[in-house]
Structures are given as structure tokens and as C-alpha cells.
């Protein structure tokens, strides 16, 4: 695998779900690229000013992704908490997923988590869709948003796998285990969102044991599941 592109709603969306299994792909030498869809400027706790927040949670998504071995990071631009399933969107992914190319594309899934409510966040869910949708059929048919093609010369992608995550029918299971540190580290640069919660490692570790248990991983191992999807 050459090239994956991580396609989420939110800064810090990628570092709560994967950073770890991002941490694993650099390191075997893939390069990843993440797609963050708002600047999350509807979230944080505190008393920032409402337009200084976009532009700080972009830096602090960009610092996160450092800390798992990315370099190229992109903001799409829209409104975080109000997201919908639109073309505008579907034609912003597939111009993204044909300047990429990638092999793997991973990104949230469509489908509400009833277990962990929380998890599927209506941007969350949309993302997951309209991604799905750019992978099949838009990014590779190149008779779809043919402006794409005539306007920036960017021809037709296949996306060869979609990994979901927060999926309800997870499939696989990533060990993480050696990732801990990096993941930990990503998740501190996203301070208006994290700095809050003193037991946030206690947390974040406590999920990923789970989620080695649910996949029978030996004991101690940490793990980040997701629904795998073959798209060819
Ligand atoms: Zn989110």
C-alpha cells in the first residue's frame, strides 16, 4: 500500500478512532494524508473566541498528525455541526480522493453506533456516507462531476478499500499496542478538546483493551477496530 487518505468530520476525529493504526501504516512506510472535513469550530469547552477556533483546532490537527508520521493535512471548509449529505460535498471528497489516489481511503461509518451513541455524531455519520459515495461510483466514474476532469485535469481514481470506523459490524482489528505513546501524544496537541480530562489516557487505553478482548487479541494488547470494505 503506497498512498491512504483519512476522510473525517472533525479535527481530532482520526486521533480518538485511529492515530494508532495511522502510527502503523507511516511506519511501514505508506504515505497518509488526512482529509478533515470542518475546522470543528462547534466543539470545545472553553471561553476561546468562536473565530479563533477553527484556525486553532486546524493547528492543532495538524500538530496531532505530525506526532503519527503525516505531513499533509487539508481542511475542507464546512460548517461543523451542520453538516449535510450534499453534491457539494461528494464532488469536494472525489476531487481530494483523484488529487491523492489512494489504495485505502478510511474514514467513519454511515451506519449509528446504538452501543456508543456518541460515536455517531450526525457529522460523523454524513462523512462516512458522502465518502462512500465519492469512493463508488463518483471518483472512478469519469463521466461523474465531469467539471473535476475538464476544469482541473484530474482524472479517475478506485479506491481499492474503505476501513470505517465506529462501526456497529466491526470486522477487524488493528494491535496498536506499540502505538500507545504516539497516539497518546496525538490526542494531547488537540488542547481545547482534551486538556479537560484528566483521565483522558485511562479512557482512551480502556477502549482499546476492550476492543483487543472483543477480538480475542492476548492479554494486555491494545487494539482499534474497524469495518473493512473491499470497493473493487
Ligand atoms: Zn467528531
Redesign the pocket.
Known sequence: MERALCV???P??VD?GSAGTVATWTAAGTEVTYCIVTD?DA?GFDETPRDRMGPLRQAEQRAAAAECGVADVLFLGHPDGRLELTLDLRRDISRVIRQVRPQRVLS?SPERFWDRIGAS?P??MTTGEATLRAVYPDARNPFAFPELLADEGLEAWTVSEVWLGASPQANHAVDVTEMRDRKMAALRCHVTQTSHSPDLEQFVTGWMSQTARRFDLPEGRLAEAFHVVHTM
Open positions: 473525517l468530520a472533525h481530532d476525529d480518538f470543528g466543539g467513519t455524531h457529522d460523523h
